[in-house]
Every structure is written in structure tokens, then in C-alpha cells.
């Protein structure tokens, strides 16, 4: 199984666990099912805050698959999270949970899980290369294997991440501006401010320049 990533979701990704460093933050990735790989084409943040599987996740949920079907006919292929404790690169029992349910909903039950490990995604960002894939993108593959009931870290022919050459270069420009950080709003931010757009057309335009 391979998992492409495009530019626009690694960024927004590693935009959302910088902001929030030392809380858990969570999101959701759109795309498409290819045969058994997953096209991933953006990345939809959801919480910064303790999660627990109440009607304000359900309701993020539901609105991130209504814009995904919206655009482009695509679906929720997956979660990512990165955790509050540096070093912790596993999936908490509420994560599990949203994993499922966006598993469930999925295509051929075909989605995985992205862990972002801190420090491995620091040194992609210093990574200058700017041509070809790099070599670390700081991200775990997680999935649910078979019948089994447990989400697993897997490699090899069992998966592996693929991230848009362009992608930890265009992070690390956009690391760089206070704006940025400022501008990447998750579905928390939205329920604060509903003037705020969790769809994240800020970020969108940053990277478009």
C-alpha cells in the first residue's frame, strides 16, 4: 500500500502540530482510494484540545465528509495526530475510536492513520533538498490490518508514505512566518469563532503564491 501526500495536506498537517506543540492535536485526511493506495489531497484540522468522542467531534466529522464529497467527489481516508508527549508516536483509545469511524465510512474500509513524530518532522524541515522526496517526512503509518482490532505501525509492502517533493520545503518557508501559524484554524477555532474557517483558505492561499 503506498499513501501519496500532496504538498497542501503535509503542510496544514505539520502547520496544526506546530501550533499546538504541547497539546494533542488532531485532524482529518481527505482523498481518494486508488486499488489499495490512498491519494491524499488535504488535510482538515479538527482539535487541539483533550478528546473525548462527544457530538462536537461527530459534527466536525460530518462536515469535513460533506465538504470532501463536495470537493471533487473525494472521501476521509484517515486521521493524523500528533501527540502532546514528544516521543509518544502511538494512537490513544478516543484517536482509535475516530479512527474507526472514519475507517468505517471509508471506501473498501480502506484509511490509515499519519503520526506525526516531532522530531523526526524537525529534521525534514531541515532537509534542503527540494527535487526529490525526502527522506524523512516525520510521519508514522498506522493501519488496521485484516480482521484485526487494533491499529498497527506498518512498513514495507504493508504501507508506506510518500510526500510530495515540494512539500517540506514549502513547510518550512511557512514555519518561518508568524502569519502561517496564525492563519491555520481547526474546527475548535471554528466553534470559538464561527467567523473562522476550519477549510483553511488562508493557508491555501499561501501556498498558491
Same mark, same amino acid.
Not at 493524523?80 to 508516536?89: C, I, K, P, T
Not at 525534514?124 to 488496521?144: F, W, Y
Not at 504501507?159 to 502561517?180: I, Q
Given at each position: 500500500?503506498?499513501?501519496? #501526500?500532496?504538498?497542501?495536506? @503535509?503542510?496544514?498537517?505539520?502547520?496544526?502540530?506546530?501550533?499546538?506543540?504541547t497539546r494533542? *492535536?488532531?485532524?482529518?485526511?481527505?482523498?481518494?482510494?486508488?486499488?489499495?493506495?490512498?491519494?491524499?489531497?488535504?488535510?482538515?484540522?479538527? !482539535?487541539?484540545?483533550? #478528546?473525548?468522542?462527544?457530538?462536537?467531534?461527530?459534527?466536525?466529522?460530518?462536515?469535513?465528509?460533506?465538504?470532501?464529497?463536495?470537493? +471533487?467527489?473525494?472521501?476521509?481516508?484517515?486521521? @493524523?495526530?500528533?501527540?502532546?508527549?514528544?516521543?509518544?508516536? +502511538?494512537?490513544?483509545?478516543?484517536?482509535?475510536?475516530?479512527?474507526?469511524?472514519?475507517?468505517?465510512?471509508?471506501? &473498501?474500509?480502506?484509511?490509515?492513520?499519519l503520526v506525526v513524530d *516531532?522530531?523526526?518532522? &524537525?529534521?525534514?524541515?531541515?532537509?534542503?533538498? =527540494? !527535487?526529490?522526496?525526502?527522506? &524523512?517526512?516525520?510521519?508514522?503509518?498506522?493501519?488496521?490490518? +485484516?480482521? +484485526?482490532?487494533?491499529?498497527?505501525?506498518?512498513?514495507?509492502? =504493508?504501507?508506506?508514505?510518500?510526500?510530495?517533493?515540494?512539500?517540506?520545503?514549502?513547510?518550512?518557508?511557512?514555519?518561518?512566518?508568524? %502569519?502561517?501559524?496564525? =492563519?491555520?484554524?481547526?474546527?475548535?477555532?471554528?466553534?470559538?469563532?464561527?467567523?473562522? %474557517?476550519?477549510? &483553511?483558505?488562508?493557508?491555501?492561499?499561501?501556498?498558491?503564491?
Amino acid at each position: 500500500m503506498k499513501v501519496s #501526500l500532496s504538498e497542501r495536506a @503535509y503542510v496544514k498537517l505539520a502547520l496544526h502540530a506546530a501550533k499546538h506543540p504541547t497539546r494533542d *492535536a488532531l485532524g482529518a485526511l481527505v482523498g481518494r482510494v486508488k486499488g489499495e493506495d490512498l491519494e491524499v489531497t488535504d488535510a482538515l484540522p479538527m !482539535t487541539h484540545t483533550p #478528546l473525548s468522542v462527544t457530538p462536537t467531534v461527530e459534527i466536525a466529522l460530518e462536515q469535513f465528509a460533506h465538504h470532501a464529497c463536495l470537493d +471533487g467527489d473525494q472521501n476521509l481516508v484517515g486521521l @493524523y495526530v500528533a501527540n502532546e508527549r514528544l516521543g509518544n508516536v +502511538g494512537l490513544g483509545p478516543n484517536v482509535c475510536v475516530v479512527a474507526d469511524v472514519i475507517r468505517n465510512a471509508a471506501p &473498501n474500509n480502506n484509511a490509515v492513520a499519519l503520526v506525526v513524530d *516531532a522530531e523526526k518532522l &524537525n529534521d525534514a524541515l531541515d532537509e534542503t533538498e =527540494s !527535487t526529490t522526496e525526502p527522506k &524523512n517526512h516525520g510521519l508514522i503509518l498506522m493501519r488496521r490490518l +485484516g480482521d +484485526g482490532s487494533t491499529w498497527e505501525t506498518v512498513g514495507g509492502q =504493508s504501507g508506506v508514505v510518500v510526500v510530495e517533493p515540494s512539500a517540506t520545503r514549502s513547510a518550512k518557508a511557512l514555519f518561518a512566518s508568524p %502569519d502561517a501559524l496564525r =492563519s491555520l484554524v481547526d474546527f475548535d477555532d471554528h466553534l470559538d469563532d464561527p467567523a473562522r %474557517d476550519w477549510r &483553511n483558505p488562508g493557508v491555501d492561499g499561501m501556498l498558491a503564491k
